[in-house]
């Protein structure tokens, strides 16, 4: 498989704040988002006996996948305590000889936290004393409003190997037209000697390509896209993310740990001491939908009962709305003291 200048584009972008190119043009192929990325190589990875490490809470088409290529699924969880960091110490009792990868998911959805430097170079550190690869979903790269700075794992690729995966649709808002890459990094090949690259390759060779006028598209979405873009759109969600937080502390029923910082979602906990008549996460949404009208997400479907993800990717007048609601509805079903 030969690399086009499209390919070029996005291993320039990448490495563009970098002292090292250390993502060729080679090792960029093209997706059609990034779900078809984790398509790609999660059977690439597969082999018999073998098992993945997942975040709980995390993006369920990761187990989707794994189950359909046979992996055996692992979880580590993401601490709500400690700003949603991940589990250190459980991640070496949780792996094996069979253990493939650790999938690691930055910014974090669906929790919206944004991981520090120091937070990164150790799961690296883990990765690599286990001899597994990192798998580093960054479709939410650089949607960050916080006080911490987005950090691309491939940082950290002289430590262990490092399979980016990357998307236009959340930080270019352009969802529709599902334009995604698988990003080698890699400097001592060991993707290559191990035939992790053949293996991604003969995926890709059978399933479908980008759409060739998006793909033409890339280039210009790298070299043209203004700072003022980006940064308009960050000052939007820091503002909704202020808004959600701020208005969640006046809802009874919910709690929510940290201000989000990243992403465009946040994980909230369901308070079921405050409520009549609910007794979980899957009967609270569907009783507010009912109700009020206001979708949130079971957080049992992406690995933490009784907690919802709610979305900050909305008009702000929207969400301010969407919050009375949910005021009045936990008002509604308070318990009687």
Same mark, same amino acid.
């Given at each position: 498989?030969?690399?086009?200048?499209?390919?070029?584009?996005?291993?320039?972008?990448?490495?563009?704040?970098?002292?090292?190119?250390?993502?060729?043009?080679?090792?960029?192929?093209?997706?059609?988002?990034?779900?078809?990325?984790?398509?790609?190589?999660?059977?690439?990875?597969?082999?018999?006996?073998?098992?993945?490490?997942?975040?709980?809470?995390?993006?369920?088409?990761?187990?989707?996948?794994?189950?359909?290529?046979?992996?055996?699924?692992?979880?580590?969880?993401?601490?709500?305590?400690?700003?949603?960091?991940?589990?250190?110490?459980?991640?070496?009792?949780?792996?094996?000889?069979?253990?493939?990868?650790?999938?690691?998911?930055?910014?974090?959805?669906?929790?919206?936290?944004?991981?520090?430097?120091?937070?990164?170079?150790?799961?690296?550190?883990?990765?690599?004393?286990?001899?597994?690869?990192?798998?580093?979903?960054?479709?939410?790269?650089?949607?960050?409003?916080?006080?911490?700075?987005?950090?691309?794992?491939?940082?950290? +690729?002289?430590?262990?190997?490092?399979?980016?995966?990357?998307?236009?649709?959340?930080?270019?808002?352009?969802?529709?037209?599902?334009?995604?890459?698988?990003?080698?990094?890699?400097?001592?090949?060991?993707?290559?000697?191990?035939?992790?690259?053949?293996?991604?390759?003969?995926?890709?060779?059978?399933?479908?390509?980008?759409?060739?006028?998006?793909?033409?598209?890339?280039? *210009?979405?790298?070299?043209?896209?203004?700072?003022?873009?980006?940064?308009?759109?960050?000052?939007?969600?820091?503002?909704?993310?202020?808004?959600?937080?701020?208005?969640?502390?006046?809802?009874?029923?919910?709690?929510?740990?940290?201000?989000?910082? *990243?992403?465009?979602?946040?994980?909230?906990?369901?308070?079921?001491?405050?409520?009549?008549?609910?007794?979980?996460?899957?009967?609270?949404?569907?009783?507010?939908?009912?109700?009020?009208?206001?979708?949130?997400?079971?957080?049992?479907?992406?690995?933490?009962?009784?907690?919802?993800?709610?979305?900050?990717?909305?008009?702000?007048?929207?969400?301010?709305?969407?919050?009375?609601?949910?005021?009045?509805? +936990?008002?509604?079903?308070?318990?009687?003291?």
């Amino acid at each position: 498989m030969c690399y086009n200048f499209q390919s070029r584009a996005v291993a320039d972008h990448l490495t563009s704040n970098l002292p090292h190119k250390i993502i060729s043009p080679e090792n960029v192929f093209l997706t059609i988002g990034g779900t078809q990325a984790i398509d790609i190589i999660l059977p690439s990875l597969a082999r018999p006996g073998a098992n993945i490490l997942l975040p709980k809470p995390g993006y369920p088409h990761y187990e989707l996948r794994a189950t359909r290529c046979l992996l055996e699924i692992r979880h580590f969880d993401l601490l709500p305590e400690r700003g949603w960091e991940v589990d250190l110490d459980s991640l070496e009792a949780l792996a094996d000889e069979n253990t493939v990868a650790i999938v690691f998911i930055s910014p974090s959805s669906p929790c919206g936290n944004v991981f520090t430097y120091e937070h990164l170079k150790r799961v690296a550190e883990i990765a690599s004393k286990l001899g597994i690869f990192v798998i580093s979903d960054e479709v939410y790269a650089h949607v960050t409003f916080g006080s911490k700075p987005f950090v691309p794992m491939r940082e950290f +690729s002289s430590i262990v190997p490092v399979i980016t995966i990357g998307s236009f649709s959340k930080r270019w808002f352009i969802p529709g037209w599902r334009i995604g890459w698988i990003a080698l990094c890699d400097p001592q090949g060991i993707f290559q000697k191990t035939g992790i690259v053949t293996k991604i390759i003969d995926n890709l060779e059978i399933t479908s390509d980008p759409t060739t006028i998006v793909q033409a598209s890339i280039p *210009g979405i790298l070299e043209k896209t203004t700072d003022d873009f980006h940064s308009n759109n960050l000052n939007i969600l820091r503002e909704a993310a202020n808004i959600f937080y701020d208005g969640c502390k006046e809802i009874p029923c919910l709690t929510c740990p940290h201000k989000p910082e *990243g992403a465009m979602v946040v994980m909230v906990e369901i308070n079921f001491s405050q409520l009549e008549g609910i007794v979980d996460d899957v009967q609270f949404c569907t009783k507010l939908a009912k109700e009020e009208s206001v979708i949130l997400f079971p957080g049992v479907a992406v690995g933490l009962k009784n907690w919802v993800r709610v979305s900050l990717a909305v008009d702000l007048s929207d969400l301010k709305d969407g919050l009375s609601r949910i005021r009045e509805f +936990s008002l509604r079903h308070a318990k009687m003291s």
